[in-house]
């Protein structure tokens, strides 16, 4: 018996994409995502770069907060995705087909390196040089803020496009980021759902 499996990519569907997304913020995306950016350090004139930025709804508030003096940076590996991002951000807000961790802007150019809901989306075995292109990517005192869905999440954890998620763990990923480098790793919580661990690129100072 020949048995037929179907695959679906849910990130080829952007719009289906948001409304789950939006279910997973319980309706308060905009201002969690906004807490994202202020834990991030993100200000006026400000580079950012999001990983994995899916429909750009991160990218393109961090293109509103940095200003026109300021710009943001969306990569995924899916045009569908990158398609609709760019038909909703800003025009300081730039979006990019690439892989996280092909993906390396110059050295020291970037104030804040954002990922929300992709980093267990991202092939584990390339994890580690992801955090390390992104320390190189930030200037001295940049911050990164890698977020995630909660652990025994049950349904939603296991649903379309989850996949992988539902085992994660985000001491795993504070782990990463002090092993690539970076200092103050902190977790967050930004809701019954969500949280996510920052770190910052230290500043050495001479002397
Ligand atoms: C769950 S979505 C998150 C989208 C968005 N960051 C958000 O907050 O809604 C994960 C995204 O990661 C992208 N992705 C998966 N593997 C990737 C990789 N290796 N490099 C860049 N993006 C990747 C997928 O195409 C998808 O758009």
């Not at 913020?25 to 202020?38: H, K, Q, V, W």
């Not at 590996?77 to 990019?96: D, E, I, K, L, Y």
């Not at 990164?144 to 379309?160: A, D, H, Q, S, W």
């Amino acid at each position: 018996m020949v048995v037929k499996r179907w695959v679906v990519d849910p990130y080829a569907y952007p719009e289906v994409y948001r409304f789950f997304s939006a279910a997973v913020f319980l309706g308060r995306r905009r201002r969690c995502y906004r807490s994202m950016l202020d834990v991030a350090g993100v200000r006026p004139g400000h580079a950012v770069l999001d990983l994995g930025c899916g429909p750009g709804i991160l990218t393109a508030l961090a293109g509103e907060v940095c200003g026109p003096g300021g710009h943001a940076v969306g990569v995924d590996t899916s045009p569908a995705m990158v398609r609709h991002a760019a038909s909703q951000a800003g025009a300081n807000c730039r979006f990019v087909v690439a892989a996280a961790e092909e993906y390396q802007a110059p050295a020291g150019s970037v104030d804040a390196v954002v990922s929300c809901l992709a980093y267990y989306d991202f092939p584990s075995a390339h994890r580690p040089e992801i955090l390390k292109r992104a320390f190189t990517t930030l200037r001295p005192g940049g911050k990164v803020l890698i977020v995630e869905l909660r652990p025994n999440l049950g349904y939603l954890g296991r649903g379309p496009g989850a996949v992988g998620l539902a085992a994660n763990n985000i001491s795993t990923v504070a782990m990463a980021l002090a092993d690539a480098g970076f200092g103050e790793v902190e977790v967050i919580r930004f809701g019954p759902l969500v949280h996510g661990v920052v770190g910052s690129k230290p500043v050495f100072r001479g002397g």
